[in-house]
């Protein structure tokens, strides 16, 4: 696939030496007008687009088998029906999330694989080559719960301690409204090379309890700034005290290499079910590569 777009020229993608310094001593960084309002525009006229074609379906393809899934469901209803517990239910409660977008949204793959943003990610992972991992449109609903303290890695299908998230402002992020919240340099103190999902804050916490006696941070951030966050940041969000949506781009990168651990999280059943624990993932129409060595040559010329 050919991955050479640039859209966004207008993009806040260049860091000064001391906002890499500060990315990796404080394990995020935040980048105040990001983009700027006609980009902003643009990609709100996408996620409109998204939300009406997606018509409530989280990804655009099937992430199991019809019989696994008809297995689980099954599994689930008992489940919920000796907890008397709706678990999606709650789940929707803290936010709705629209994944991988770039794959049928043309508009979205523009921005998402943008190869000035691939650059950025690169200096910050200090990698060659990078990938996209994943992305998501994220909706806080009004008076939606908090997001709990968690890291990302663990969520995802391989194991990198440089991979990293850019989350995008679609409105202006407030503590009102449920901003997201960083532990600075919590991203050095998780040193398990796999650490494991922990479902809630409490959980969280009781498995580090060195992440308890460290302060957090609010980052609130106007629209069309961003937070850009290591995949071992502890973070969460707060509430959403306010009568409207709160609106939100994530995404994900790996740098170039990244091999699969055996966790589905957005990969499709199709995908899986030809890896093996240690696989690379280069699969081009799910993780593809948005800069590389070839790029920056072309970008010193
Ligand atoms: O937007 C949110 O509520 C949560 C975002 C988050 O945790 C993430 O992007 O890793």
Redesign the pocket.
Known sequence: MKVVHNFYPAMKTSLTPQQIKDYQTQGFLIIDDFLTEDEINSIEQTVKEVVKNRQGKTLPYELKSPSIRAYEEGRNWLREAILNKNLDYEHNKV?TQLMNNWIDTPAFRDFALNKEIGQMVSQLTKSQSVRISHDQI?R?PAYGKS?EW?I?SPFWSFNNSEAL?I?IALDDMTIQN?C?YYQPESHTIIKEKYPHVKQNTEDFFQSYPALKKLPSIPAEVKKGGCCIHNCLTS?G?GPNMSPYTRN?I?ISFMPDGATFNGKQNTLSYEVISKLKIGDLLTEEHLSPVIYSPKERKSASK
């Open positions: 936010f994220i806080k997001t968690h990302d998230t989350w449920g997201l973070h969000t939100a994530a």
